[in-house]
């Protein structure tokens, strides 16, 4: 009889759980064609599309800039992303998914199509981690990236203000970014070649001799096949 009493409480505490998810997310409506969209109405969301100065989604109080494998390189390359990253820096709380590795190698060597070795993408990486201070999540595809959304939603968050501006690196900013992706590159080093070069084309024409001039034993980085073409 003690038993059926105790099974019969268990029960009914386990009928009151119930599953609640923040619903609400707004999306820059450029990603309206992202299949994101859609496996993230399979999970109940109410979706909000605005046009957003920073960032392609907003939950709670998290920004999250979302880009495909392809996407990240390419931004890379003509420094989108640097500008992306800049405006980030408005929001206490962001991410950066990089979705896509289910299909596209992250470090493929990209250097024959678009000038892009995978040591480059690596130490772009670690710029957004240690310079910038953003999270990057890496998502296998857009059902992967609804879930760490869903995932995200759970947590109590405050609404946040959409009252923001992108803010742009100037070109001597956006070279000394890319300058100190390069691994062992900081920025006294990235301020020394560019007083020392002024432009990142004359920094991968200069000869061994005038980089280890100015730069010293890290000027054995710079004959590593990876500089960005310009």
Known sequence: MKTKQLLDIFSKRKLKIKKEY???IIID???KNSLVISELL?????I???ELKVADYIIGDVAIERKTVLDFISSMKNRRLVN???GLQQYKNKLLIIEGLEEQELYSDYEDEIGMHPNAIRGFLLSILLKYKVPIIFAKNPEDTAKFILVLSKKKSKEMSLNVTRKSFDKKEQMQFIIEGFPGIGPKTAKKLLKKFKTMKNIINASQE???E???KKSDIFKIPFLIAI
């Not at 399979?42 to 109410?46: S, T």
Request: charge should be positive; glycine fraction near 4%; aromatic fraction near 14%.
């Open 22 to 24: 923040p619903k609400k």
């Open 29 to 31: 409506y450029r990603e």
């Open 42 to 46: 399979k999970l109940n969301f109410e």
């Open 48 to 50: 909000e599309f605005k």
């Open 84 to 86: 992306q990253l800049e």
């Open 210 to 212: 005038k980089l280890q």
């Open 214 to 216: 100015t730069i010293g």
